[in-house]
């Protein structure tokens, strides 16, 4: 189930350096020690950047992650425009930090301090909607029942334990596909299920 753990709690003390303007002292704490997610990759340490998709809230690119062992990884660089365009990164962030499963889009690493907020993931095939409607792709019963049961599992999973998450824009394009194995991507409108309660009841 989903869980809080160190990364949560060194995003929070990022934010708080970031707001004091002590940028080394996030940096250092972005960096953490061995083993855990890395908070403040270098934007230099992307290196041969090809652009993936590009929409209002920001663009996805691929590129090498220079230095490490992932190799070509997929990055969402966050549009921001204002204080609420980074909230909602920041809770994307957030949220997948507390996220552990097979069927979700594992978090490598970010950049959580400006002026490039950047989020870095496992680099997948292609995403359901683009291999059907721009790869031809015409999928068979057994690989769409496959495909449908994988994201019931990533879905239950995320609504589990004591604060359930809301994923909000399950679709083709936030399906995620790579030889034998799928994956639900893109949690920028993911939410805790009693945050949405309290913003709809007037809490």
Not at 77 to 101: G, M
Not at 105 to 120: H, K, N, T
Not at 165 to 185: A, C, E, M, Q, Y
């Amino acid at each position: 189930m989903p869980c809080e753990d160190g990364a949560s709690k060194r995003l929070a003390h990022i934010q708080q350096l970031v707001r004091h303007g002590d940028f080394e002292a996030a940096e250092r704490v972005g960096n953490g020690g061995p083993g855990e997610i890395p908070l403040a990759v270098a934007k230099e340490a992307l290196v041969d950047r090809a652009t993936i998709f590009s929409g209002a809230q920001g663009s996805v690119f691929s590129a090498e992650w220079a230095g490490t062992r992932h190799g070509a990884v997929a990055v969402k660089k966050a549009t921001i425009r204002e204080s609420v365009d980074l909230v909602r990164f920041r809770r994307e962030v957030a949220l997948l930090l507390s996220i552990q499963h097979q069927n979700i889009v594992p978090l490598l690493g970010a950049r959580m301090l400006p002026p490039e907020y950047l989020a870095i993931f496992e680099l997948f095939d292609a995403s359901a909607g683009q291999a059907i409607h721009h790869g031809g792709w015409k999928p068979s019963v057994a690989e769409v029942l496959t495909m449908g049961a994988e994201v019931a599992l990533a879905l239950a999973h995320l609504h589990e334990g004591p604060r359930p998450i809301v994923h909000r824009d399950v679709k083709p394009g936030n399906i995620l596909l790579s030889t034998g194995r799928t994956v639900l991507g893109d949690f920028g409108l993911a939410e805790h299920q009693d945050a949405i309660e309290k913003e709809f009841s007037g809490g």
